[in-house]
């Protein structure tokens, strides 16, 4: 009997954003490159369930889109599928129109068919058309999908699906792990979003819902509703904060202890799900050919038809995570489709996906263990590299996604997070770089330190200047610090008069006697090559030689918006007011020469302390990483031991 990989599916809610993830308009063209809507067909009143839409009579409408196209090179280079078959439920008289795609965009016609029911309405009357397709031509890219074209009436898609016969390596069920940390509305969200797709709940064989916060999921209206309904296959687990990385340990620890799971699946808690995603993600690791981490694209939940990425990596010469090339940041799919966009089309390979939504075999956490004990940031990253060493590869898979509350209106490498930034980071280079005392990373978070400094974001930089401290203490103390790090360093803000910020109607606000700056013109891009060499050897003598005391700092220059206040702009004044990322007040800047100077050396004689040690402190935490990540160690750690 063949099984299901993927249904066609169209937005629950009725959401007209996210429409172009689910449904193209018919006409596009191009001018200058650049894709141009020349007519749109697709609204969302022609969306009649989650299963079905309507085709309007005279019109066509393509489903080669994010959600309901197959992304065939994926399926092809990863699993043991060598071929799919569509199966389209169709009402009405019209045709369908099956197409391929190469690594290139390239579209190709695969195969038609007419078709026309006995009658226009009634179950009886539906058609069901089935094409069979190969898998052995998408090497290097490519994706199938089908366009629905309706006659002199209206044709109503009943249903579809992708679907084949081959043999599954793993018929396991779902576990599913949520850590939260004070977002008990997003977690009950989350459980009814799950309790109304049957299909995934009889997938699912247990929900560790991992609560570290004070404001208890369980007392959230709506969750007693919710936890009756999911019943036994819901276990809330509380604990104290451990961070991401103590959540989804904690969930990874108890997946190991559930024999009929096979696969365990990562959720973040503050996201938007397409359940339809997480069956998608778990049919391809049980047709995987090797046990293989499945990862889910990120879509912006305040802009939904925008991709934060679609698949990343870590530069080996910085060792820096980002996407795999920048045309993928920001994809807003209303502007350029699937059919639009070529580099989708190409098999994109990733090193590492975000645990905002991530698959990984038990297999895999067997192995090769549960996460590092570095509370956020870098914790995914590192286990998709060490994964990738024990022969684990990562799979970031098109048409698996939620949408995730983006970091644009966030700016966490100035605020505690900034510890761990530099940390982890750090420690995933002595971890896992292969390059003489991990390349260019020292001197390229150096930068940024000095970078920060002539900026005088003096709070962060003495974070990343005890986050060095903390990576020449060596690997024993993670476990002990993964509850302390955190409060320790939001502790100290209040030493650093750049870290309050004034809200609308505060009479104390600074005034900026030069008022708002204006939006800079002409030479508006970042300093490179020479002007970045020349501009660092004019701006960081200056700030060591000015005068300054914060303490007495004199009345700001200008006000800057957050989006003009570029780094080399910044450097330039003794006091600055710049408004916050997300838009809620006002900080100011001021000059601190005491602090630069401090700082500054600080930065580079830990930075020069930790070069010098780096193939010693490499090989220890490389020693001590199997009981760190190991399931005894981790335990002793959620019991507070």
Not at 147 to 171: K, M, N, Q
Not at 173 to 188: A, H, I
Not at 263 to 272: A, K, P, Q, S, Y
Not at 534 to 561: I, Q
Request: charged letters at 25%; hydrophobic letters at 40%; aromatic letters at 10%.
């Amino acid at each position: 009997m063949p099984t299901t990989l993927q249904h066609i599916v169209f937005p629950e809610n009725r959401d007209p954003d996210v429409l172009p993830l689910y449904t193209d308009p018919e006409t596009w063209s191009s001018i200058d490159g650049e894709p141009v809507r020349l007519s749109s067909v697709a609204h969302i009143d022609d969306v009649l369930s989650r299963d079905s839409a309507r085709v309007r009579s005279g019109q066509r409408v393509s489903y080669g889109t994010y959600f309901n196209a197959f992304p065939a090179a994926y399926w092809q280079r990863w699993t043991v599928v060598d071929s799919v078959a569509l199966t389209l439920r169709v009402r009405g008289a019209g045709t369908a129109i099956v197409y391929r795609t190469n690594a290139g965009g390239a579209q190709q016609r695969v195969d038609s068919r007419e078709f026309a029911s006995a009658e226009s309405t009634g179950a009886g009357s539906d058609l069901e058309l089935r094409f069979e397709l190969p898998l052995n031509n998408f090497g290097d890219g490519g994706w199938y999908w089908f366009d629905l074209i309706a006659g002199e009436s209206d044709v109503t898609l009943v249903g579809g699906d992708w679907s084949t016969d081959a043999e599954s390596t793993s018929t396991g069920r779902l576990s599913l792990g949520m850590t939260t940390y004070n977002k008990p509305d997003y977690c009950v969200a989350t459980l009814e979003n799950i309790a109304g797709n049957p299909a995934l709940v009889d997938a699912i064989d247990r929900i560790f819902l991992v609560d570290q916060g004070t404001r208890k999921v369980r007392d959230e209206a709506g969750f007693d509703a919710v936890a009756a309904r999911l019943g036994e296959t819901l276990n809330v687990i509380e604990q104290g904060n451990l961070g991401g990385s103590g959540g989804f340990s904690r969930a990874m620890a108890e997946t190991l202890d559930r024999p009929d799971s096979d696969f365990l699946l990562l959720l973040d808690d503050d996201v938007e799900f397409e359940t339809e995603s997480a069956l998608r993600a778990l049919q391809f690791g049980r047709f995987s050919r090797e046990p293989t981490i499945v990862g889910g694209h990120m879509f912006d939940l305040l802009d939904k038809p925008v991709l934060h990425a679609w698949a990343e990596v870590v530069r080996p010469g910085p060792f820096m995570w980002g996407p795999s090339f920048p045309e993928q940041s920001r994809h807003d799919f209303r502007a350029s489709n699937l059919r639009q966009t070529p580099w989708m089309h190409a098999r994109l390979d990733s090193d590492y996906n975000g645990w905002w939504m991530c698959l990984i075999p038990k297999r895999v956490i067997a192995e090769v263990g549960l996460s590092l004990p570095v509370f956020i940031k870098w914790d995914d990253a590192e286990y998709g590299l060490r994964a990738r060493e024990h022969g684990f590869r990562t799979v970031s898979l098109p048409g698996v996604a939620l949408w995730h509350v983006s970091w644009l209106d966030k700016d966490d490498t100035q605020d505690w997070q900034a510890f761990f930034h530099t940390r982890n980071r750090i420690i995933a280079g002595l971890l896992h770089s292969r390059e003489p005392r991990g390349g260019l990373m020292l001197q390229n978070s150096g930068r940024q330190d000095l970078k920060k400094l002539l900026n005088m974001q003096y709070y962060a930089v003495q974070l990343a200047v005890d986050a060095l401290r903390s990576v020449l203490d060596g690997p024993n103390g993670l476990h002990a610090d993964i509850g302390r790090a955190m409060p320790r360093a939001r502790s100290i803000a209040a030493e650093f008069p750049e870290t309050r910020v004034y809200r609308s109607g505060d009479p104390e606000t600074p005034v900026a006697r030069g008022g708002r700056a204006l939006p800079q013109l002409g030479e508006s891009r970042s300093p490179a090559g020479l002007r970045l060499a020349l501009f660092t050897l004019k701006a960081t003598p200056k700030h060591w030689l000015r005068n300054g005391d914060e303490r007495n700092a004199p009345e700001p220059e200008l006000e800057y918006a957050k989006r003009d206040a570029n780094w080399w702009r910044v450097p330039g004044h003794h006091s600055v007011v710049v408004g916050t990322a997300d838009g809620a007040g006002k900080a100011w800047y001021r000059h601190d020469r005491a602090k630069f100077r401090r700082l500054l050396k600080e930065s580079r004689a830990l930075t020069r302390e930790i070069s010098r040690n780096w193939d010693r402190l490499a090989a220890e935490y490389r020693a001590a990483l199997p009981e760190l990540v190991s399931v005894e160690e981790w335990r002793k750690t959620f019991e507070g031991r």
